[in-house]
Structures are given as structure tokens and as C-alpha cells.
């Protein structure tokens, strides 16, 4: 065994195969996987093994078409064939419009990679699968590529092709502990001695909080038992002349598949349960959990309905073994946050099928630092500290009942349910908020009309639209207030803090007391990382001179991880975060001076406290942060406050507001009011996919500073031209937005996707931001826009619509 290596890669399943395989590919074969069986003895040997290409982002498309391609190479293999039934074809039910038109959208965004479904009727439904009823269906989703593959083959073949490159393989060695050193490299001890490393990979299964605690840390991973069965030989099967296609239902919750001449029919019951929450036997190798066909009944009687001739197919095994699932629903795959050097790929609960790209983006991470796609989506850094055992079970759980019911846009399923508040969370309840999830928080979305309000869960415009019209024009003619929990706020100390920050960020960095500016960091490949507030605080009572960094809520752990790796050791540079001590109350409005004065001690002026300035104040008895930036387009203050006195701030808010005609709005209404400013979402128009020049980032550039991260790679991409646009739309619909994902189409070419859209209520324009081709992105241009299957015209017009000199935010009186 080796005793030096440059990455260990702990886990023999496809995870952990498919890693190594494809570190390989990327260049590097001096790679090692340990594994502390034998390969696929955890939960890959008893997958059902199904190869979709359906995913619910772009993102997930791109690896699962990777997986296929891969995978299809492999069984076509002379010297190694596999087993994979390739292009059998699946159909994913749906009983409602409103599932069906969810099935339009995404086959309009798995058009943008290259991915052709097909939204079917009841009837083609039941001509592709004759066993099925049409019963209570309206259709389905077809996709043409499904198919189902030998797990332990898959991953043998990809292990002898790793090999076969350089990498080498441990069978039989357990890993008994993990040291890392101060250099940041590792060793990993085994029971058959101990090799150092550069890298560590935890590619384990249901054990991944095994190996994380050697590490010390744990992994938001839980384990569910997952059952199914195959039947005897159905004559209908035998004499159909060709493999029926898979099936997965969300009317009944099962799926099924052709296995030999039979059925293989799995269940996602709502009366389900966890496993290994209080640890797993070392002994459970190549294990099953005890079968219990009980808890399936309802299940199976909906797939009797579905499916009659199982009614008269003879159960010949029953299969129950543990599959893993996050607090979302999709894996972690990506650097572990607060290690360096560390790497994980897990919570796979589709993992044969998607495993091949999982492994495909992690090795392009951790050689090159970035995949190729923008992988947010699947980045361990997205879920911050609330993400204990018990949230990750209970969100376990509602993803397993809800396994093919895809989420509508602003659904907010209620398991785990709050597990981030602050003080004003009760407060705004009363007053009759509904909330959304931010990162765990519970941030307001709008203001119910009626406490029984319910909308309707649709790609359409529903009920909301109104409330949010009314949030907004209060914004627009007087004032409201927010509250913005969870912001990411990092405050920066140290004698080189300038100098650090001047060295991450591509442009101009505020270096006067007083000030704020807005700032974009880069990845090493010039690609748009981060974004960010600079605010520059002068020493007081409070602290020493010092910047506080502001970013968005979900990019808590990714941002503290992207800065302080980038210390360099003789740098006087701190961090500390303030995120979980800190809540902004955001004052909006032509009025919000007048209101701020009322309340606050100080001269609020527009000459003593300009755009873009910070201050320390009080606002009645609550200490509080002022910062005169805006995210609505609109006269605004974010007003930041410890959140013991959070609750005096807001009443002094609102107290000093009654005179001004102060209401509160939320989040859907800031968001239609950035949409009309052209302000960018992060993760949704600022990805990694683009750099910041495509991005229309263009003054936040300064190619003539000495050094920043990223600096000579974007000097490169912009010798060769930039690859898509930023752009914004004018949709010509009034029923429903562009959703992020949608495909711009110009003479039946994809041309573009949609990265957000919604309704511009000051504007009346139904808005969109999108990438597309450069020559389609000079303002007047036309395209279609594939929106849940209409081809609707959308037309390029100039950004910001609603006030483009910035008269109003700057202003006195707004």
C-alpha cells in the first residue's frame, strides 16, 4: 500500500468510484480509494438503479446527461462490457394541470442542455406503457434516454479504468482515524498502515457522519429505509416485444422498472422511516433492513389501480436497504466548509444514476477549484449551521414522501419548520406574515390580506400578485419597512484589511471612513464568485476601524470560506462573523428620511448623509448601523441592529412611521422591484458560469489594478469575446413569468436562458433576466421564450426600467 499519495478518496460505492475514475480524467493519477469492504457493499449494491435525465435545474441535467454518455461508453466497452438497458424510455406521471405544466418548464429548461422530453397525454401515456390505466391521469413527462444499469458492474468498470490510468484501489481497509497537519495536508490511518495525503475525499455512503466526525465535523445526512420488490415473470411483459419504459408516479408514490421479465416496483410510503439514527453496526456489509411490506399498503393499492396486472404477479424478492437524503433533497458534492483540503460527495439518493457527473464535477473542483457548471446547487456550504441530526431527519422524511412531486415556485414545505427566527418573528406573524426560507431563516415573504389566505401553487401568477402590487406602490408613494434576517455580515480587522480586500475584489475598493461601495470577487478562472457590500466603519465605543463585508443570506458559510482562505500568512487580516448577532430592518420610500429623522438623533440630510454612506446611531434606544443603500430602486436605509434590541428598534420604526403612512412588505416585493432596477440575484444572474464582463459587471472592473484574484484569466476570456450576455426582457405575457431555467428560442434554436423573471409592478412589464448569445443582446432584439410550453415573444430592453438615472434613491424627497 501506498505510504504518499495526492488524493485519498475513503468509499467504494459510485460515489467514490466515479471520483476516482474521473480524477483520472482530469490529469491526475497518483489518486488512492480506500474502501472498507469490498466496492458497492454499502447502499450501491442494492440500488434500483435507474438512469434518468430528468433534473430539476440545469445544473442536475448537465450530470445526469454526463452520466448517461459515460455510462453508455462504458457498456459499449469491447474489452469490458457492462449491462445497461439504455434508452428503454421512462414516463413521469402527473393527474393535475398544474403537474403537467410544471413538466412544460422543465422540459423547457432541459432544452437549453441539450436534453429533448416530451409532455405527453393520458393516452400516448398508456400506448408507451400498455400495463397502465388512464384512470385519473392527465399525462406525463417522456424521456426518451431513461434507462436502468448493473450497479456493482458500473462501478467495477469505472475502478479497472482508474486503474488502469494510475490509480490505485484498497479493498478491506477501514479507516480508523484522520489527522490533519499544519500545512493543511493529511494523513489517513488504516488498519493496514497510514498514507498521507494532500486531499481527502469522504465519498461514504450512509457511514459519511463516520468518517466526518474523524474530521470534526458533521454532515446535514440522514438515512432512509427505502423498499421494493420483484415480482415473478408477467406474461404481458414476456410478450410485449420490447421493454416497457419506467415509471415513476407521484399520484400513488412508486416507481417501476422491467427487471427480466417482471416488474421491479419500489415505494416512497408516507408512513416511512428513518435508519442508523443512533449509529450503524460496523457488521452491516452487504445488508438489508428487515423487510416490512405493512408500512407499503396504500402504496401498492395505488399501484394495483395504476397497474392491474400486478394484481395477478407473484412478489419474488423484497429488498429493503438504507438511501440517503439531505435537508433538500439533493447531494452534497464539493470542498467541506471550515476544512481545507476536503472534500466530500454524498447524500446521493439517486446515486447510480447521477453518480457519474457528481464524480465529473467534484474531480474538475478539486483539480481545477471549478466546475465547469456553476454548482451551488449542490455545494456543501449551502446549509449553515441550523442543519442538526433532528432538522436533517425531519427533512428526510418530507423529501422521501414527496419524492417525484416536484417543488412549484414559492412553495414552502412546512417539515423542520422554523429553525431560525428572530425577535420579530412572532411579531410579524401577528401582523400577519407569511414567511419564506432563507438559509433556515424565516424571512417575511408578504403581508396576508386575510389570515386564511392561501394561494394557489402554480407557474402562473397567483393570488399574491395583487398583495405584492399593493406592498410595492406603498414603497413607491410613502414608505414601508422590512425585515432582512440572516444578511451575511463579516467584519474585518487588522492592519492590512484594505490591502486583503483590494487583492479579492476586481474593482475599485471604498477606502473612506464613512463609505460603502459595492464590490464582485472572482474565481482563479475570472468567473463571477461573490458578491458584496463594502461598508467602511470609522473606531468608536463599538470597534476599531474596521470594514464590515455584507453579502446574501445563503452565501454565509461559502463567503467566510472563499476570504479566509485567502489570507496569506504574514497578513494583520481578522474575520469575525456578526450574520447570526445582527438583523437589518430595511426603511424604504420617499418618506423614509422624514420617518429615519423622526426617530433618530442627527442631521439625516441628504448632504450630511448622502447615497452610499454609513453610520453609527441610535435608533430610539436600540444601537443600530445605518447604510444608505437600496435593493428596491427607492430612497432607502438598511438599517442594521443586535438583535437584543431589535425589537426597540422596530417599534420606534414604527412608531415614527404611523405619520407617514409606514407598511410592512417582504421579500416578493423586493424582489419585483430589484427585477425592474436590473439588480442582480446571487446564484440565480451572478454564477460561476460567467465572468463578470458577460455579466454586465463592466464598472465594477478595474483591469488596471496591480493584482486580484482571477485578474489574468479575465484578461484572457476577454481577448476571446464573451461566450453569452446578461440581458434584460420584456416578456409579452400577463399569465406568468420567465422562471429561471426557461429557454430563449430564436427559429426553433435555444439561444438563451432565463436566470430570473418576474412581475415590475412599477413598470407594468412582465420582466426577465437572461444569458444569450452575444449578437441577441443589443437592446430592441427579439426571441421566443418557451414558457411552460407557449412560445411567447420576449424582446431585449435596456437595464434598469424603472428610474435609470437613479434620481429616486438618491434623492430628498424621492
Known amino acids: 500500500m501506498k505510504s504518499r499519495t495526492k488524493v485519498v478518496v475513503i468509499g467504494g460505492g459510485i460515489a467514490g468510484c466515479s471520483t476516482l475514475y474521473h480524477l483520472t480524467q482530469e490529469g491526475w493519477s497518483d489518486v488512492v480509494l480506500v474502501e472498507r469492504n469490498e466496492l458497492t457493499s454499502g447502499t450501491t449494491w442494492h440500488s434500483a438503479a435507474q438512469v434518468t435525465n430528468f433534473g430539476m435545474n440545469q445544473t442536475m441535467v448537465g450530470l445526469k446527461s454526463h452520466s448517461i454518455r459515460l455510462y453508455k461508453e462504458l457498456a459499449e466497452d469491447p474489452d469490458y462490457p457492462i449491462n445497461y438497458h439504455h434508452g428503454d424510455g421512462g414516463i413521469r406521471l402527473a393527474n393535475t394541470e398544474a403537474q403537467m405544466q410544471g413538466y412544460r418548464h422543465f422540459a423547457s429548461m432541459a432544452r437549453g442542455m441539450g436534453v429533448q422530453f416530451e409532455v405527453i397525454d393520458a393516452q400516448e401515456c398508456a400506448r408507451r406503457h400498455p400495463l397502465i390505466s388512464t384512470d385519473n391521469l392527465m399525462g406525463g413527462l417522456w424521456d426518451p434516454l431513461d434507462g436502468d444499469i448493473d450497479p456493482a458492474q458500473l462501478c467495477q468498470a469505472l475502478a479497472r479504468r482508474a486503474r488502469k490510468a494510475g490509480a490505485e484501489v484498497y479493498r478491506n481497509t477501514p ?239 412546512p417539515a423542520g419548520r422554523p429553525a431560525k427566527t428572530t425577535p420579530l418573528t412572532a411579531v410579524l406573524a401577528a401582523e400577519g406574515a407569511e414567511f419564506t426560507v432563507v438559509n433556515g431563516w424565516e424571512r417575511v415573504e408578504y403581508i396576508k390580506p386575510k389570515p386564511d389566505f392561501t394561494p394557489t401553487l402554480s407557474f402562473d401568477f397567483d393570488e399574491t400578485l ?124 420617499p418618506q423614509a428620511r422624514e420617518v429615519l429623522s423622526a426617530c433618530s438623533r442627527g442631521d439625516w440630510s441628504r448632504d450630511a448623509f448622502p447615497w452610499l454612506s454609513v453610520r453609527e446611531c441610535f435608533v430610539g434606544i436600540a444601537p443600530a448601523t445605518v447604510m444608505g443603500v437600496s435593493f428596491s430602486g427607492e430612497l432607502a436605509y438598511e438599517i442594521h441592529v443586535p438583535n437584543a434590541s431589535l425589537y426597540a428598534a422596530y417599534l420606534a420604526l414604527r412608531q415614527a412611521g404611523k405619520a407617514f403612512g409606514l407598511q410592512l412588505f417582504g421579500a416578493r416585493a423586493v424582489e419585483s422591484m430589484r427585477m425592474e432596477k436590473t439588480f442582480l440575484h446571487w446564484k440565480a444572474d451572478l454564477i460561476t458560469e460567467y465572468d463578470p464582463f458577460e455579466t454586465g459587471l463592466d464598472r465594477f472592473v478595474r483591469l488596471d489594478k496591480a493584482e486580484f484574484i482571477g485578474r489574468a484569466a479575465l484578461i484572457e476570456r476577454q481577448a476571446k469575446g464573451p ?92
Open 175 to 413: 479507516v480508523t482515524a484522520l489527522t490533519q497537519h499544519r500545512d493543511d495536508t493529511w494523513t489517513v490511518h488504516t488498519e493496514h498502515g497510514d498514507i498521507d495525503c494532500d486531499i481527502v475525499v469522504n465519498a461514504c455512503g450512509y457511514r459519511v457522519n463516520e468518517v466526518g466526525a474523524m474530521m470534526g465535523v458533521h454532515h446535514p445526512v440522514a438515512s432512509m429505509e427505502h423498499q421494493y420488490f420483484l415480482t415473478e415473470e408477467i406474461p404481458a411483459i414476456r410478450d410485449a416485444g420490447h421493454r416497457m419504459p419506467l415509471l415513476r408516479c407521484p399520484i400513488s408514490d412508486y416507481y417501476c422498472r422491467q427487471e427480466k421479465n417482471g416488474l421491479l416496483l419500489g415505494f416512497y410510503e408516507q408512513d416511512c422511516k428513518t435508519w442508523g439514527m443512533d449509529g450503524i453496526n460496523p457488521n452491516f456489509v452487504n445488508a438489508l433492513c428487515p423487510d416490512d411490506l405493512d408500512r407499503v399498503t396504500d402504496v401498492l393499492e395505488g399501484a394495483f389501480a395504476r397497474m392491474p396486472a400486478l394484481m395477478e404477479a407473484g412478489i419474488h424478492t423484497v429488498v429493503n436497504g438504507p438511501i440517503t437524503y439531505t435537508i433538500d433533497g439533493a447531494p452534497l458534492v464539493g470542498p467541506i466548509p471550515g476544512k481545507r483540503n476536503a472534500f466530500c460527495i454524498i447524500g446521493l439518493r439517486a446515486g447510480l444514476g447521477e453518480g457519474g457527473g457528481h464524480g465529473w464535477l467534484l474531480a474538475q473542483q478539486i483539480v481545477h477549484g471549478e466546475a465547469c457548471y456553476d454548482t451551488w446547487c449542490l455545494d456543501p456550504c449551502r446549509f449553515a449551521g441550523h442543519a442538526n441530526v433532528e432538522l436533517t431527519a425531519l427533512k428526510a422524511i418530507e423529501d422521501y414522501q414527496n419524492e417525484f412531486r416536484f417543488h412549484f415556485p414559492h412553495e414552502h414545505r
Open 466 to 589: 395583487g398583495v405584492v402590487a399593493a406592498e410595492v406602490a406603498n414603497v413607491q408613494q410613502n414608505v414601508g419597512l422590512a425585515e432582512v434576517n440572516g444578511f451575511n455580515r463579516i467584519e474585518i480587522t487588522g492592519a492590512d484589511r484594505h490591502a486583503f480586500l483590494d487583492r479579492m475584489i476586481c474593482g475599485a475598493l471604498p477606502r473612506r471612513p464613512g463609505r460603502v461601495g459595492l464590490a464582485y470577487l472572482l474565481n482563479l478562472q475570472g468567473m463571477v464568485k461573490a458578491e458584496a457590500t463594502i461598508a467602511n466603519l470609522p473606531a468608536s465605543d463599538r470597534g476599531p476601524d474596521r470594514v464590515w463585508y455584507g453579502s446574501a443570506a445563503a452565501s454565509e458559510l461559502h463567503d467566510m470560506d472563499w476570504l479566509s482562505r485567502h489570507i496569506a500568512p504574514d497578513e494583520d487580516v481578522q474575520l469575525r462573523s456578526l450574520t447570526n448577532d445582527q438583523t437589518i430592518l430595511v426603511l424604504a420610500g
Open 723 to 814: 461566450s453569452r450576455k446578461l440581458v434584460a426582457l420584456q416578456v409579452q405575457a400577463a399569465h406568468a413569468p420567465a422562471h429561471p431555467g426557461a429557454s430563449l428560442m430564436a427559429e426553433d434554436r435555444v439561444v438563451g436562458t432565463v436566470t430570473s423573471g418576474d412581475w415590475g409592478h412599477r413598470t407594468g412589464l412582465n420582466l426577465a433576466h437572461a444569458f444569450v448569445e452575444p449578437h441577441l443582446s443589443a437592446e430592441g432584439s427579439e426571441m421566443t421564450l418557451d414558457l411552460c410550453g407557449d412560445r411567447v415573444p420576449a424582446r431585449v430592453i435596456p437595464t434598469c426600467p424603472y428610474d435609470p438615472e437613479f434620481t429616486r434613491m438618491r434623492s430628498e424627497s424621492g
